[in-house]
């Protein structure tokens, strides 16, 4: 008793911490919330069922006598101590047909935040946190009596990451999800099975096998086949709209990930669930169409996908629906047994549980609601009892067009005895296609294998059958006989799909001869998906064909492309005598010459690389590659260095810099007098010529960089010597560091001394001692301070050292709940959106320099979509002040620390068995050799600096917030499906222009310059472009252009909207495009995809109003 | 088949002594599924408890699915080292007199060549434990054969002969460190439909094997009375609620958040991991209560 009263008193303190802007809860009246719906033309919503018959509905799915399951966790995200488990499986019926649910039976009430349930096998597999269950009612009274576990091992570091999102296949097997931070490992009876971060698993109950079928994603919510057995997921936290499921494929964050393969939609808002619209309720122009909803946005998107390559292109549509009220959180989607689109909503002002307190009041644990969307002028499918249909009535409906009931029968053949003597008599009477897979599938779902079948679709005209049938074989491979001669025809299939599916049969098959095999993909086109599969293969199968060839056996034939990919990909020599022969004797093409030298580089040793060097002079590229060898393998040529001091007289300065570097990395003492040379009398070679002198690091070098740093007259040399010499003796270059960052009055560090000295903990601590007793201007004192705050490490002696010397105040800024509780306030009866926006935009805060919104950016940090509609506005207010308090899944900081004491920290972008991969605050990649590192930690540091806003005024702050919060909500704010021209690049103000306007007029910006320097520019989140916001390049007398460049995606003519024409000139290449005086116009263009193909340039000295281009859709 | 169990059984006939409870022991289970599983059904745990007689007893069950020697399924997002780091950390908190380790089910996929390694590594386990917790017994059990289920299940066959082969080195392992080895695979022998998927018990499947656990200890089974009583029965529902709170106080979801590295965010919340302890100490109380009543049965 006593701890119930003591556990009810900590609660009752923590909610009242966290009751701070609670004002914006949305009325729950369902009623109120129906009359929210943002419906397109024809379609109605009707509400199936509400609380308190149902609560907090986490995933549905349909049973074969048509009732609705779902799983139903108020327990969510963490169990308080003392309460009992009480989650629940319930099943929902509509007994009268009126579409509203009006029986509902409690099947379990004992489950710990279930996040899954499957009616089927006669029971419901439910996902139930550690593990999955299988519960079973035996006496017939609607309740489960009987449970047993099917699988555990299930990791629950995250309970919105839990095992999850159960599909099953048309194959008859269980496709279960879980995400990015859970850590899984089950016993089946073939072994051990582990999957660390995000993966989807496929589990057969007759053979209690269970394996992997695809690794990655954040938070992957949604998992679907399409009709012709093809596997799409949706992510939860990822942004890349649809995912093309393949078998091996490695998404984003999967742990140890060599390389990944991308959704089909970067940029887009984060999806929780998947469905494809399909039957004749459907309006025809909407079947096949893919909807997922963005619980963020309170809205579902459609996408449509077609065929292209090996894999498919998505775009995004119109959206299915939308909501205005805040509380809509729809989280799954399903087409129900009569034909209408079902909705669970799992209805909370607050969503997941990282950001906002377990146990936050706003939190809402009782409510939720499911929506049946129809269609008017639609007649709505018969629903059936599928337990009471025959086999033969069953088998007939296998091949309905109605694919809820071809699911449904063949759900329910499952649970019947005899079933294959019928399903193999009447296969052999089907004579189309399709039928004929719906027959291969039933033989699939009992665990059989229809070899005549599947042999009859691999001889498809249609590659989508060609597809399924191959995937059967992926599984079931040793079922058929033949089954190699038909991966090895499928493997030159004249489709790519087909092709990518031969791939994965062969990597089902640990033979010398399957990657050989798989390599012949390489005669037909290969895109990333394909390049990913035949890496991916190459790789597993190492044990398997590369003994037979080191053996000396004939394994590519003479197909030296494929011997260059499978080494590559190894990233070891097996042999690269024939390689060589042919890069000598000029045989190759300039690509495959290209791949040649980069294997070389990648994977030769150091006589081998003596032999690539002697093709320098010839082809200097070879330099950068020799560096690379140096810096990540630290392997040299054995000989012929001597040839470095003529590279170190070329004019060109890219290769005088790969050479000044190579001299250092090898430390060529013949070289050193010449970079001398170089580094105080060419200032073009200054920094390269640093850098490599840099590498020797003896003591002459550092007296030098010493030297340098004091007595040059010129900054930029005393800066440079300065930034080097931190890198091998920081002590010593401390000083002449401070006395450079006195001068700073921009406050910009130009020459990132910061970064230099950040790098090592030794080096902080010396730069921290030099500013002892010294004073540094306000600016450069705060930027350093954030740079400090934002390195994986934050050096805290560095951090004092400069708020002293800088006079500064603490910039975390935590404000009171009463002043919390006014600045909300303020945000929503003051802030300005559009003010905010402006703000946001502002080069000097940085917003723009890190994120996206809607795939329009920056990668760094997390894209903010759809961040207003899904944070609360105390969650933005403190993210802003304290960026280290809120740190998003997939944007943690990464903290690699080398054996020298070196650190670096950014976004973990790749790594393999030689290096890892760093993006850091400005974007740079950094490159770091495994066989340095000491250690690699997840730092609890955000990438986003502290105090950035601290320059703001309030009313700045305030707008600023209201724009963010309106980010994804309906309105101005929400990016739309338009095909809106969004991302430019845009041209930096370059001498040449002021004359060459003379001479050609705006037609030199069309021009391929290479001296033009291009930067990236988003557009303002309605697609907006502002001719102010360009670099002003100049023109003739005051007038100045914005010149940006732009790319069109689509293929062959393309319909372009322009919104004014006004002081406006567009160039498609060189050519100029003939536009009217002003006013709106729509013209025609042959699309071109590279993103400079397009040239626009607008008079920014005279206009000020926007340009918006549109493409036009039919 | 028999044929080979005969000769296994031959193989491994040792002079068998008992594990020694003494009263106010705290006994931790470690090992993986089998071990993991047992707290939920509580048929293991209740024979031992009700076999030991009046002595008072309190079991940690620290088993882990897919778990090794190695502490491959313990360490979230470090390598296995972490997860081994973790249990070690685990032992010293809890100081148990006696820890009951049964690993080799997973390693034994290995077969002979990965049996070097595994015996290594229980080795290493093994000193982890003395010098973390200094228990006064450490009990190593040979994990229970496989069930062959029949078509389209697999033939456990080969797997069997191969934690045959684990079975024994164990036994060596424990001679070696004079350490008690309980022979769980030989006591357990040849079973069907004690399993669902022919590597762990069902309930029904714990409730056969519970015995023969015991006496793999060495020590002798309460009576038949008392283990079927209806007394043991809530005995063993009040050790299934017991383990489920130890279960949330000891392995907590959302660990990332309360403990690891986004606890800046909701560590506050690890405030609440000590208020499941007295709601333990009242469940084993309780566990006390009906183990007198079903003792005082004969």
Redesign the interface.
Known sequence: MITRLLLAVSLTTLTAFAQRGLKDIPDPDPVKQAATFNLPEGMEIQLVASDPMIAKPVQMNFDSKGRLWLVSSGMYPHIIPGAEENDKVLILEDTNGDGVADKRTVFADNLHIPTAVLPADGGAYVANSTEIIFLKDTDGDGKADQRRVVLSGFGTEDTHHIVHTFEQGPDGMLYFLQSIYIHSHLETPYGVRRLMGGGIWHFRPETQRAEILSKGLINPWGFIFDEHGQTFATDGAGGHGINDIFPRSVFRTSPGAKRIVDGLNPGQPKLCGLEILSGSHIPQKLRGVLIAPDFRGHRINAYRLNPEGSSYNSTRIDDFLSSSHRAFRPIDVKMGPDGALYIADWYNPIIQHGEVDFRDDRRDHSRGRIWRVTFKGQALIEKKDFTKFSIKELLAHTISKERVHREQARNELRTRKDVLPELSAWSSELTDDFSRMQAMWNHQALNHTAAKLIKSLVESNDPRYRAAALRVIYHRHEEVTGATEIIKRAINDKNGRVRLWAVSCLAQMPDPDSVPTALQALDHPVDKTMDFALWSIVREHQAHWAPRFEAGKPVFGDKLPRLIFAMKALGKPLSLESIFTSVENGSLTPTERKDAISVISQVGSPGDLSRLLKLAPKEPAILEQLVTAAQIRKLQPKSGKGSLLSFLDSKKSTVFASAAKLAGLWKFAPARNKLVRAFTQAPAKRQAAAEGLRLFGDEETIKLFLKLSKESPDEATRAIAVKELAKIAPDRAAASAVTLLQQDKAGKDEHTLFTSFLQNSRASTSLAKALEGKTLPIKIATLGLQRAGTSGRPPKDLMAALQLSGKLKPISQQPSSADMAKLIERVRTEGNPHRGETVYRRTDLQCIACHAIGGVGSPIGPDLVSIGASAPVDYLITSLLNPNDKIKEGYHTTLVSEKNGNAHTGGLVGESDTEVVLRDYAGKMNRIARSDIKNITISPVSMMPAGLTAGLREDQFIDLIRFLSELGKDGDFKVSAKPIIRDYMVLRPHPRTVDGMGHYGTAVFAEKFEGYQWQTYGSKVNGELLPSELPKVKGRGRNTWGVARFGLTQKGKVKLKINDTYLLDLFAGKKEVVLPEKGPTVIELNGNDDPQYFTLAVNSASRQSEVLLEIVTE | MMKFWLFFLLLTIIPVSAVTFEDNDTVVLLG??MI??AQ?YGHLETAINLSVGKKRLKFRNLG????TVFG??R???GPPKEGFDRLKSDLSELKPNIVIVCYG??AA?DGEKGLPEFVAGYETLLSMIKSSASPREIVIVSPPP?ESLGA???D?GK?NRQLALYSKALSKLAQKHKLQFADFFTTLGESKGLT?????F?SEGYQTAAPKFVEALGIPLATGNQIQSEHARKLREATVAKN?LFF?RW???????LR???????G??V???P??D??IA?AEKQIEALKKTTLSLK
């Open positions: 993986n599924t993991e599983r939920k882990w699915s897919g778990d491959h399924a360490s979230y997002f089910a997973v996929y496989a389209p299940m697999p456990m797997h669902d998927n022919g590597l762990h069902t489920k949330f392995r907590p979801a959302n660990e990332t958040y690891l590295f986004r606890k800046h965010e909701q506050n919340n405030k609440e991991l208020m499941f007295p709601l009242d």
